[in-house]
């Protein structure tokens, strides 16, 4: 991550996010407040650009960016059903979860957590977008690279006696593996009951030519900005971290279910995913 400048990556998954409500019908994730977020002519400049938002490899990251998304909001509904009332976002970036809440969200105390410029940008955004930030919403400063999750939240308002959602989408492929375990230690530090929603990326072994290089495109892009990928793990090693950190429920989502729950009766070709790549795990 490059200091003092916004996350690069970020920006682009927010553009992906935005590119979904204007060409992909129906929706996965309804998000209008995106489009709002990253200015007036969002919308004109994504139709301008429609062919190459539908190259193989923007197609399939713009279905799991929204994908992630619904999934981790999916979970976090089921949360609040059970009484949880903290949702914090690991690596918020430019999510518009706050600014769009359901009736449902009505009790959550919500805290974003990410790095300084980043935050700084998206609340300019937000300002000159004309909305306006709830005041169930705080804002929480934090570099994951010289910061552990543990130490941020000793310094914020996070109550680590309440139960307590995570999300943390995108996040942890950019960690090193110590730092994985670390913040998965830390949420499971907090009451039974917690949850976390988060992504990872699996190893690239097994996976056809074409595949691995269009990752490998992918990984010299985000390393080029300054954001390189640090870790790749398996189903079992995530499962076995979890298990180890004291979670009690684990569920992944695999392709098929995704494509069922997601994907089903879709008037366009927006692909399901073809590996396991989001996962859910219960304190």
């Known amino acids: 991550m490059i200091e003092n400048r916004a996350s690069q990556t970020a920006l682009s998954v927010a553009w992906l996010r935005a590119a979904h409500q204007v060409l992909d019908i129906p929706l996965i994730l309804e998000d209008a407040a995106i489009l709002a977020l990253l200015g007036p002519s969002a919308r004109e400049q994504i139709e301008s650009r429609v062919e190459e938002l539908q190259n193989p490899i923007t197609f399939a990251l713009r279905s799991h960016v929204a994908l992630r998304s619904r999934f981790a909001e999916d979970r976090l509904h089921k ?3 059970r009484g949880v009332r903290q949702y914090v976002l690991l ?10 809440q359901p009736d ?13 410029a980043t935050q700084r940008d998206k609340l300019a955004r937000i300002k000159q977008a004309g909305m306006m930030v709830p005041p169930n919403v705080t804002f929480l400063c934090v570099d994951f690279e010289t910061e552990t999750l543990s130490d941020a939240i000793q310094r914020s308002g996070i109550d680590q006696l309440a139960p307590t959602f995570f999300s943390c989408l995108g996040v942890t492929v950019y960690l090193t593996d110590d730092a994985v375990t670390a913040l998965f230690s830390t949420v499971a530090g907090f009451p039974p009951g917690s ?11 097994g996976e056809d030519a074409k ?7 992918l990984a010299e892009q985000v390393a080029a900005v300054g954001e390189p990928w640090r870790s790749h793990f398996t189903v079992v090693e995530i499962r076995d971290r979890l298990a180890a950190a004291g979670f009690q429920q684990i569920d992944f989502l ?12 879709r008037t366009d ?5 073809r590996r396991i790549s989001i996962c859910s795990a219960i304190r």
Do not use: N
Not at 107 to 114: C, G, K, Q, S, V
Not at 195 to 205: G, H, L, M, V
Not at 269 to 273: A, E, N, R
């Open 91 to 100: 690596g918020a970036g430019y999510d518009t979860f706050c600014l769009r």
């Open 104 to 116: 449902w969200a009505a009790p959550l105390r919500i805290t974003e957590a990410d790095q300084s």
């Open 79 to 81: 949360a609040v059903g």
């Open 269 to 273: 070709s927006l692909p399901p995913p």
């Open 254 to 265: 695999a392709p098929d279910d995704a494509r069922k729950q997601y994907f089903a009766d």
């Open 195 to 205: 949850e976390i929603a988060f992504t990872f990326s699996q190893p690239r072994d």
């Open 211 to 217: 595949t691995r290089a269009a990752g490998a495109i």
